[in-house]
């Protein structure tokens, strides 16, 4: 008996211990699985189908074209927001190369820095060919850019109204040289004021005889630039007939970048080799370096002049040339190739790859000095050891841009919004979609007006009146996003009209500026002039746009509170 109460009771106990875990454990197993699921929504990124570029942490609507946001793909491998991963097959489709900075491959070369450059004519060479008198051009002997003129070649034959009275004056005071020697040599010297020979002067007082049309011929050789006029033109005395330029010497000039200048001094030598002629190099001397550095590109030019009597050279061809310097390679500076580097303006990326195992890269910024022949020196921005891509850098960029990562054209994408996009983006309107959208506008001025005078009834009326023209709007021609534009800005103006409540009109006025905007950038105008204007508290200071027929500011988000809050953007027309 006691026997089997002890059973008993062992079985209850087992049944018990069981009956908790199925219970509890299973439900924590539930919670884990819960808190998981939670985490994995609270990293959900959303984005738009049509812009890549934006990124929000919850779904709702696009901010440029309104579509509604989809989920971004999420990475389940353990990759940071920036990097991407590539397949191995994309990899050797593209051809893309890495180096480990401060390898070999990466080593200063022999002491000289190399600078990009163009051949360009001598203009101490240039010469323009004018007319010496007033005249009609009758006959153009050279007429098309790159012929070859030899001194004294027929440039042209010009009717000279003023030159056939000259002549008659010679032939009359002919008869009166022995009587009036003052007066023949002054009619003689006009003439040749005008260029015209002794041997032609000559000629018509043997003859007697006027001529009505004169030959003018060229004063130098060289090579024709630039044709400045055409048959039949009427010209004055001193205007230019045509531009020639002797290419027996013509001027290199390359670009030095701030960091270069140092080393470069007037009448240093310089190697300079063509792409034309990659086995060829010619020597000259450094005879000019701007004195002012070009705020665009952050460079000065430099200049050497060449010989150029077999026409080796032609002007507009690509050229490097290479200094000697005084420079000293230091074992702590890096060097990458040039390759490794994209350029946005005053910025400088490469792409590191994060995993030594795996194609996964992420986009960095450095910062870079001198280049030396083939390699840039790294101030900042990498460490010796780490691998780059050295080939194929624009294909890693154009994979990152297009799975919504950071990338060179899209280097905010994931951080912030910039209402610059907007007036980035290309849409296409046909011809005559400008003359109704002109309706539009001006019931969008009044509208305008009416928020910055705080009269929601107006606001309301010129509202409605915009949307009954805007439905009327012929959509089938137009592309996917031209029409989501329209469907999304006759939305929010239904949305203003339907109320007389200030805030809230606003708040739909902010969005409604967010699709007119685009297409008022991309229709064609009548050429008056709108200014595209900003006020950065507006919208709980994340800024907000409007367009305005009025240079001066009169904000619509504010009124009288901020009347003149806000900045001008740019001019549209």
């Known amino acids: ?11 209850a106990l087992v049944v018990g211990l069981l009956g908790g875990w199925l219970i509890f454990g299973g439900a924590s197993d539930h919670e884990e699985s819960d808190r998981h699921t939670e985490e994995l929504e609270s990293n959900q990124l959303w984005t738009c189908s049509m812009h890549p570029q934006i ?99 027929l440039l042209a034959t010009i009717y000279a109204p003023n030159l056939v009275a000259a002549q008659q004056e010679l032939i009359t005071t002919s008869a009166l040289k022995e009587s009036q020697p003052a007066l023949y040599k002054a009619v003689r010297n006009k003439l040749k004021n005008w260029k015209l020979s002794e041997r032609q002067i000559d000629a018509i007082e043997f003859s007697g005889k006027t001529t009505e049309n004169f030959p003018v011929y060229a004063t130098v ?38 960091q270069q200048i140092s080393e470069v001094k007037k009448g240093q030598d310089i190697l300079i080799i063509p792409n034309a002629y990659p086995n060829q190099t010619f020597e000259g001397k450094i005879s000019f370096i701007d004195p ?31 200094i000697k310097t005084t420079m000293t390679s230091k074992p702590d500076v890096l060097h990458i190739p040039a390759s490794a580097v994209m350029w946005t303006g005053e910025r400088s990326l490469v792409y590191v790859k994060t995993n ?39 294909t890693v960029d154009a994979a990152a841009q297009l799975q919504g990562k950071t990338s060179m054209m899209n280097q905010t994408a994931t951080t912030k919004e910039d209402s610059s996009i907007l007036t980035e983006m290309k849409l296409v309107f046909p011809k005559g979609f400008s003359q109704s959208f002109e309706q539009v506008m001006i019931s969008y001025l009044q509208m305008k007006d009416a928020f910055v005078a705080g ?28 029409k ?11 949305e203003i009209s339907s109320t007389e409540n200030l805030e809230a009109q606003r708040a739909d006025f902010v969005k409604f500026n967010e699709q007119l905007i685009p297409i008022a950038m991309n229709v064609e105008g009548n050429g008056e002039v709108l200014y595209l204007q900003k006020c950065p508290m507006a919208n709980n200071n994340k800024g907000a746009l409007w367009l305005s027929h009025e240079k001066e500011i009169r904000n619509p988000y504010f009124g009288d509170a901020m009347l003149t809050c806000g900045e001008i953007q740019r001019e549209i027309e």
């Open 1 to 11: 008996m006691m026997n089997k109460n002890s059973l008993y009771i062992i079985i």
């Open 55 to 153: 990124m929000k942490s919850e779904p709702g609507d696009c901010p440029i074209c309104g579509m509604d946001l989809i989920p971004a793909e999420t990475d389940t491998e353990g990759l940071a927001a920036n990097e991407i991963r590539m397949t191995d097959n994309a990899m050797a489709l593209a051809n893309i190369q890495t180096t480990i900075v401060g390898g070999d491959s990466t080593s200063q070369e022999d002491g000289s820095i190399s600078l990009s450059g163009k051949i360009a004519t001598n203009e101490e060479n240039n010469s323009v060919q004018a007319s010496y008198f007033d005249g009609r051009i009758e006959r153009l002997n050279v007429n098309y850019e790159g012929q070859t003129v030899s001194k004294g070649q």
């Open 221 to 258: 050789s060289g090579t024709v630039s630039e044709v400045m006029t055409a048959e039949g033109d009427y010209v004055k005395q001193g205007q230019p007939i045509v531009k020639l330029s002797n290419l027996n010497s013509v001027w290199a000039e390359f670009d030095a970048y701030e």
């Open 292 to 322: 002012i550095l070009s705020n665009s590109k952050r460079t000065v030019t430099v200049r050497a002049t060449i010989q150029n009597k077999d026409e080796l050279f032609k002007p507009g061809m690509f050229v490097t040339g290479k």
């Open 356 to 394: 030594p195992n795996e194609p996964v890269f992420e986009m960095r910024d450095i910062t870079i000095g001198n280049r030396n022949g083939e390699n840039y020196e790294v101030a900042s921005g990498l460490q010796q050891g780490e691998e780059i891509v050295t080939n194929g850098a624009f």
């Open 455 to 482: 009269n929601s009834s107006q606001v309301s009326q010129f509202a409605n009146t915009a949307a009954t023209q805007l439905e009327s709007f012929e959509t089938s021609t137009l592309g996917a996003m031209e």
């Open 484 to 494: 989501m534009h329209l469907k999304q800005s006759l939305k929010l103006l239904k």
